[in-house]
């Protein structure tokens, strides 16, 4: 068990640039999780995977997030035209199936400046 | 709306001390799970306990279903204890996803 597995663990990025991050789950894990996190805050759910499949988006994910897990192993998160306030942690966690305990990477630090 | 609520917000203690953190949430979990933040960003699984009582070393946590609320105590406190502790409620449905509260920052100070 090697645990979640975030890259990069920072990223620093003028505002209007495209970003991308990766997450590699737990293996036998098949729930995937994004979360962001802000300053002085707990995580905010973003997005969740079974398998390959998206099934659920925040309201927080706006149009120009995209997070996709194409065989339903590893998971990227874009964000297009980056803005300040896009600045936060993005972490993401997996789980078994089932009502089960999440574990969570280490997360991406962006800052947008 | 759901609401996830921890108490104290912030918590300085000497080294050696015990301490109880709270965790009220507004309605039936499916389960309850305790979280540590540590100071590089680190969220470790502390407890996953949707009822009743666990300990694993120093740590014991207690979920009353019943009543809405979870306790987290920490005995015998050390330095590596500081950092925030998260309670992460989830309210069933198919996603397993957890509702945050706004956490208690542990300062242990030796």
Request: some cysteine; charged content about 15%; aromatic content about 10%.
């Amino acid at each position: 068990d090697t645990g979640v597995s975030q890259d990069p663990r920072h990223k620093i990025t003028k505002r209007g640039q495209n970003v991308t991050f990766r997450c590699d789950p737990i293996s036998e894990h098949n729930r995937l999780y994004w979360y962001r996190q802000t300053l002085g805050q707990g995580p905010e759910f973003l997005t969740y995977f079974q398998n390959e499949a998206q099934l659920e988006k925040s309201r927080l994910l706006s149009d120009r997030f995209s997070a996709e897990r194409p065989k339903g192993s590893f998971s990227t998160l874009e964000i297009q035209r980056t803005e300040q306030g896009d600045s936060a942690m993005y972490l993401c966690a997996s789980s078994l199936p089932g009502s089960s305990p999440l574990h969570f990477g280490n997360g991406t630090r962006l800052t947008v400046t | 709306g759901i609401q996830v609520e921890q108490s104290p917000p912030d918590l300085i203690l000497q080294e050696g001390a015990n301490s109880t953190l709270r965790c009220n949430f507004s309605d039936s979990v499916n389960n309850l799970q305790w979280f540590h933040q540590n100071p590089w960003g680190q969220l470790i699984n502390l407890f996953y306990i949707p009822s009743g009582t666990k300990q694993n070393g120093r740590l014991s946590a207690t979920t009353v279903a019943t009543e809405r609320y979870s306790l987290l105590y920490i005995s015998s406190s050390q330095t590596t204890d500081s950092g925030v502790y998260f309670c992460a409620a989830n309210y069933g449905g198919a996603t397993n996803k957890l509702i945050f509260g706004t956490g208690t920052l542990l300062a242990v100070q030796p």
